[in-house]
């Protein structure tokens, strides 16, 4: 009604300009990947990937000020929905993707075109505190996962892990914690050649850590 308008009117004007920003702007968070046929000098936008039927509304935090201690900007916790996925290829054209997600779990997408469209993102059995994963694929077909194995939305960044999944990521089974105890480890990436992965990750925000693990 009328009244409802006005009160909402009210609060958007006593808002800063970048929270009314970020009430307009930030709704649901998907995903998507950049596709190239010709070497790189040109780029599709793949469909988008997101949750089906997730709500939310509009200038939510989606967690409470006194229940997160990660210092990231105050628009971080506003939207729901899935981000920055990690990608394997497990047959031609058969591509699929882990992605990060609000919802306290590691979500997984598929496509059967190259990347071209994509299934909707359904939750995997890897728990997710909302912060970064990264993994690759052997040339024996196993996965190598480094992600926070905490099932909270905006939750603890520690431990930091390494996982392994040898049926196409069905399944997973920890491999070895890499770093534990208090402080952030974070934001991995990891990479291979013939005989070792090769890990690195954000430290306790001063420093990054480097693994050197045999497969």
Known sequence: ????V????????SQSPLRRIWNVLVKMWKAFVDRSDDDGKTWNKSQEVE????EYKSGERTVGK???SIPVSEQSFYGRGVIQP???????DQVHMLLRSTEGMIYRS???????????????ELPNNNSGIDMIRSEDGKLFLVYNPVGVNW???TPISLAVSKDDGKTWEKIRDLSTGEGEFAYPAIIQDEDFLYITYTY??????????RK
């Open 110 to 124: 598929d496509s059967k075109d190259g990347g071209d469209t994509w299934t909707e993102a359904y939750a995997t």
């Open 86 to 92: 990690t990608l394997w290829e497990s047959i031609p």
């Open 51 to 54: 949750i089906s039927q997730l």
């Open 155 to 157: 939750g603890d960044r």
């Open 66 to 68: 006194d229940d997160s």
């Open 204 to 213: 306790k925000r001063k420093n990054i850590a480097f693994w050197k693990i």
């Open 6 to 13: 006005l009160d909402a009117e009210t609060e958007a004007a």
């Open 1 to 4: 009604d009328d009244d409802e």
